[in-house]
């Protein structure tokens, strides 16, 4: 069934465990990760990116995740990543989206604020939870390269959420979208000033995959209460594919592989729920 964010976001606070929020390309990826959370009795997030709604458009995507998600019993959120625009968002609620994430970390902190809080107060007016973005996640998402992470300032933090009222923060520690060239050195010393400053509002960890679990684990049991992945499910699908026509050239079915990628990112997802604790929390 699909719903808002907010509800299943706290909820994970509160009892200590943290919602998947896994990338989704295509409608395999959709099935996989939905199943993945129907056969663990699992909430999860399903998110594209303002680059994948460039090549599937939202009212599309969002139809095919909610068609999905009516057909199983645990709560699905159909949620906007790194969204790039007012008009954006716009799009993206319209279509039916049950969460959004404006991201506007690569302005400069007063006009991150002042793009927030337009965003928030259009979502407001239709009871959808938002999140901000306030340091740099390093690497590439949608193209988009961060020359450098910029760690979040703790005292930063503590005055967008009181000048935003943000519902989910996304922070940066060292964490980077895409492959790590170097091995992830997460700054749990930051995640922890920042958590301080900024009490009850819910953190968000982008760039997971790559992230060893037990880091993973320990950001959650510090106060991240969602975590996002997409690098490791293209891997795993793309992975598959190549595997099947390596074993069959003469293959011609997309059906054929397309099954099997389908069946490898659902594994994979499932171990990453039983990582963040949401297994049997649906
Ligand atoms: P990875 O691709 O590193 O898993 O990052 C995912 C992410 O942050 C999506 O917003
Ligand atoms: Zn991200
Ligand atoms: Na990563």
Redesign the pocket.
């Known amino acids: 069934v699909l719903v808002k964010s907010k509800e299943i976001i706290q909820k994970a606070v509160q009892s200590g465990y943290a919602i998947g929020?896994f990338?989704a390309e295509n409608m395999e990826m959709v099935e996989a990760i939905i199943e993945a959370a129907e056969e663990s009795n699992s909430p999860i997030i399903v998110?594209t990116?303002s680059g994948t709604l460039n090549i599937t458009p939202p009212e599309r995507f969002c139809a095919m995740v909610k068609s999905v998600a009516d057909k199983v019993k645990v709560p699905v959120v159909m949620h906007l990543?790194?969204g790039d625009s007012f008009e954006r968002v716009a799009q993206c609620l319209r279509a039916g989206y049950t969460s959004i994430m404006i991201d506007a970390s690569k302005k400069d902190f007063y006009e991150n604020v002042k793009i927030t809080n337009d965003v928030i107060r259009m979502a407001k007016a239709v009871g959808v939870p938002v999140e901000a973005e306030l340091g740099i996640?390093g690497?590439k998402?949608d193209g988009n390269v961060a020359e450098k992470e910029a760690f979040t300032d703790p005292y930063e933090a503590e005055n967008f959420v009181k000048q935003t009222g943000v519902d989910f923060l996304a922070i940066g520690i060292g964490?980077?979208?895409?492959?790590y060239k170097a091995d992830p050195k997460l700054r749990f010393d930051i995640l922890q000033a920042v958590k301080e400053k900024t009490g009850d509002v819910p953190l968000v960890?982008?760039?997971?995959?790559?992230i060893p679990d037990e880091d993973v684990s320990r950001a959650v049991s510090m106060g991240i209460a969602k975590v996002?992945?997409?690098?490791?499910?293209?891997q795993v699908f793309t992975k598959a594919i190549k595997a099947y026509i390596d074993e069959d050239p003469g293959v011609i079915d997309p059906k054929k592989y397309n099954g099997k990628a389908k069946q490898a990112v659902k594994e994979l997802v499932k171990k990453k729920l039983v990582i963040l604790g949401s297994t049997g929390k649906a």
């Open positions: 929020a990338n998110q990116t990543d790194h996640v690497g998402e964490n980077v979208h895409g492959v960890l982008h760039g997971t995959s790559g996002n992945y997409a690098t490791e499910l293209r």
